[in-house]
């Protein structure tokens, strides 16, 4: 019967192989992982050399984290994620950021001055939710709350209105007013005056900070208080 067994230990790798191999989501290469190696490694070329913001663009004294520079291979992967429907590519740059946190000096000096802190992915509104299936920056925020083992509140902001996407807005009024009471907090989730709550905010994109800013107010005004907001990438501007 030895043949029976081997025939049943070749059909029971063919079904794993079936299970692990799949296609990279940029390039279709097969691969037992999200993205191929090349892939991977070119989208660990983005990384930016500095994960704190040095320039402090959002408020002074609020430090923005941002991963890498929105550009090549990091720029396609997002938009193959959030486009192209997969999902999955949050996972495999979340698994980078963490790894970036858990090593960078500045991480560790912020966690030091900030305990008992949750996280907070940037919602999405509801039909975009639906048309998109998936919310992006929570995909990012749960597999890096998984690895640092903070806890993931998606629940806490609610994005209210259907903004339209801030490049198609011609003045900062404008700007403004599309994003103007964009976001809300469930009552259930406020936090009392006496007793606020610190958080961090998540986002993929850090372009001019106005969509974070409006959620930090919002935020505020229900005693959540942003203490760090960390994102995958910014545009490089030329000095
Ligand atoms: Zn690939």
Redesign the pocket.
Known sequence: MQWFAKLVNIAANTVTDSLWQAN??????S?DRI??K???RQISACQSPEFLQADYPILPDLPLYSWGIYDGALKRAIAACKYGNHPAIMEAIAEKIAATWKRSPHAKEFIQNHKKLSVIPIPLHANKLKSRGFNQAEILAHRFCDLIAWPCHPQFLQRVKDTKAQMQTKSITEREQNLSHAFAVPLLHRSPQTNPRSVILVDDIYTTGATIREAITTLAHSNLIVRAVIVISRPQFKK
């Open positions: 990279c989501p940029l390039c279709r290469r691969t993205l191929c090349d892939c991977d």
